[in-house]
């Protein structure tokens, strides 16, 4: 199936710094991904839909000045935390939903391993 | 917007058994449903999937079933092994452009003992 690669998979930082995290579609290209937050023992929380050259659509209560989104070609999208706090820790993933493709492969989400974010 | 409920939340099953979890949606124009495994800590991996054009779908020990009618689709997996202790998500897809998106359910926690 097609891959999904999303660095750095856990990182540790000081309140206040900003963190990037990149995703990327390895052997597809993907027109639409998609940001999650995953808290413990919970379901995926859609965070913004990512457009590849257009604004990310942003989900109701995601500050869209906190949680910056950038799908600037149609295999890299980054979300920068900025100025981070001990509440923004969490595991996030990001998705890539193939661009076109036949019918069969329509609609299907591929999954980063997931960036664990750790504010001190 | 869609909502898509998923039950039970937790379900322990002994080896060898058969285990079943259930999902219904909200939303009629919905017309793709994933099921996704996550292992702890580890990504989201799908496992199967169905459109609504079909009623049913197989793959080795995982089958599928969806009921456009009564809006529900369940899981199925049969002779379960240790190795399917997992959380499974359903999900449901409304169609429609690149505005769509995945409405995921709460998850259940499968656990399979000895």
């Known amino acids: 199936g097609a891959v999904v690669s999303q660095h750095p998979s856990w990182v540790i930082c000081k309140s206040g710094t900003s963190v990037k995290i990149e995703c990327r579609s390895l052997?597809?290209?993907?027109?639409?991904m998609f940001w999650y937050r995953q808290f413990p023992k919970q379901s995926l929380m859609l965070m913004a839909t990512?457009?590849?050259?257009?604004?990310?659509?942003?989900e109701q209560g995601v500050e869209k000045d906190k949680f910056l989104i950038n799908h600037a070609s149609l295999t890299l999208s980054t979300l920068t935390v900025t100025s981070a706090h001990p509440e923004d820790s969490s595991f996030y993933i990001c998705?890539?939903?193939?661009?076109?493709?036949?019918?069969?492969?329509?609609?299907?989400?591929?999954f980063g391993a997931g960036t664990r974010l750790s504010v001190l | 917007g869609e909502n898509v409920e998923q039950h039970p939340s937790t379900l322990s099953v002994q080896e060898g058994d058969s285990a079943v979890i259930k999902c219904t949606y909200s939303?009629?124009?919905?017309?793709?449903f994933p099921w996704y495994k996550q292992e702890l800590g580890k990504r989201p991996q799908l496992i199967i999937d169905?459109?609504?054009?079909?009623g049913e779908k197989k793959d080795q020990r995982i089958a599928v079933t969806l009921n456009k009618t009564a809006k529900h689709f369940s899981l199925h997996i049969t002779e379960t092994q240790p190795e399917d202790s997992a959380v499974y998500f359903c999900?449901?897809?409304?169609?429609?452009?690149?505005?769509?998106?995945?409405?995921f359910g709460t998850g259940t926690r499968l656990q399979v003992t000895l």
């Open positions: 998705s890539a939903r193939l661009a076109g493709g036949l019918m069969i492969a329509k609609n299907i989400q591929y």
């Open positions: 052997d597809f290209q993907a027109t639409t």
């Open positions: 990512s457009n590849e050259g257009s604004k990310a659509t942003y």
């Open positions: 939303d009629s124009a919905s017309n793709y």
């Open positions: 169905i459109r609504s054009n079909v």
């Open positions: 999900a449901a897809y409304p169609g429609g452009g690149t505005a769509s998106k995945l409405t």
